[in-house]
């Protein structure tokens, strides 16, 4: 199907003919392989007398292109890179390598997942050849101690990436989402395998919303942006998947000098709620408070009836809050 696809994504009518004509196949196996296509959601339309095209074309993903995004000194921290067509997920997928090696720098990514996973149980949303899904792999020796405040860190670094490729104005949520204007335009699953206290590997996945289609909006829990729509229309996936990449290989090569301290006060200039009245909702209970901040293990610092309290979980919401 991805040879069908890449010849679909100029977003010009083919023939059936001609399509077979390429492929080398049959025009029944081709009828079949564009069924396979629509199913993955994408807009194809079929017109009697000029063939099959996907509206609006596709900017698929090749690992060539995403790694001449890469600077030299991010390639040496990189260990693999594998893109793959759908997966369930791409932390999922990575979780199999993990166990396996104690490789740091393995990257893997996907044009769509079936089963993307968010934070707290909830699910990404994750339609094929649109957005960016990537999870990369890294070992750490100091156990689950020594990654306090590594999701926050790693925020900073896709803020980093998305603002090289031109996005300006876009902020933090606490712990680690991404948003422009308060909504959703990315987010980021830790998930840790090995010794919590000796050497224990962590995949970091990172999905970011880039050409999100408007319909799919009832699916989503909260608002979202597309980082798209604050880029030059020149930058494709490739380019934001290569920078984000190489802004993640980076800081994590240097998160082992510094601890988060080192990530800090780019986190905290970049704080979306800064000041704000915010719900904090944990697993048995919430709170109310303003917004002071994080402390140097990047846990939330508010201020709740007057004096300042310390937490490490839960998820910030502007609901029900004057
Ligand atoms: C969140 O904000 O809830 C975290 C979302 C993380 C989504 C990414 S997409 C790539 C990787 N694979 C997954 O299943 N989840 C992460």
């Known amino acids: 199907m991805h040879r069908l696809l890449v010849i679909l994504s100029d977003g010009m009518y083919h023939s059936g003919e001609d399509l077979g004509e390429k492929l080398g196949i049959s025009r029944a196996a081709i009828w079949k392989k564009i069924q396979k296509v629509s199913s993955l959601g994408l807009l194809l339309e079929s017109k009697k007398g000029r063939g ?14 995403i790694l001449s995004h890469l600077s030299p000194s991010a390639k040496a921290l990189l260990f693999d890179l594998e893109v793959l067509s759908t997966v369930s ?16 720098g393995r990257v893997i990514v996907a044009e769509g ?5 968010g934070r707290r149980g909830k699910t990404w949303v994750s339609p094929y050849g649109c957005n960016l899904y990537l ?18 860190a790693v925020a900073t670094a896709v803020l980093g990436g998305l603002k090289l490729c031109g996005a300006e104005n876009i ?32 995949i970091i996945g990172v999905g970011v919303n880039m050409g999100m289609p408007k319909n799919l909006s ?21 380019q934001l998947a290569g920078v984000v990449i190489g802004e993640l290989l980076l800081l994590l090569d240097g998160y082992k000098k510094t601890g988060f301290l080192g990530y800090k006060k780019e986190w905290l200039e970049h704080d979306a709620f800064k000041g704000e009245r915010v719900e904090l909702i944990m697993v048995n209970n919430s709170v109310e408070g303003t917004v002071h901040g994080v402390d140097d293990s990047g846990a939330l610092i508010l201020k709740v009836d007057g004096e300042i309290k310390v937490f490490s979980g839960g998820e910030i919401s502007l609901r029900g809050c004057v």
């Open 52 to 65: 099959y095209r996907i509206l609006g074309g596709l900017d698929l993903l090749a690992s060539n292109q």
């Open 89 to 104: 997920s791409t932390n999922t997928h990575a979780r199999l390598y993990a166990e396996k090696s104690n490789a740091s």
């Open 218 to 238: 009832e699916l989503a829990d909260q608002q979202w942006a597309n980082v798209g729509e604050l880029l030059d229309p020149k930058v494709g996936r490739n």
């Open 135 to 152: 999870s990369l792999v890294w070992g750490f020796d100091g156990g689950v101690k020594e990654i306090e405040g590594l999701s926050l």
């Open 113 to 117: 997942q079936t089963n993307g996973r």
């Open 171 to 202: 902020k933090l949520k606490w712990p680690n989402d991404l948003l422009y204007q308060k909504r959703k335009i990315g987010g980021i699953l830790l998930e840790v395998v090995g010794d919590p206290s000796g050497y224990c590997q962590v």
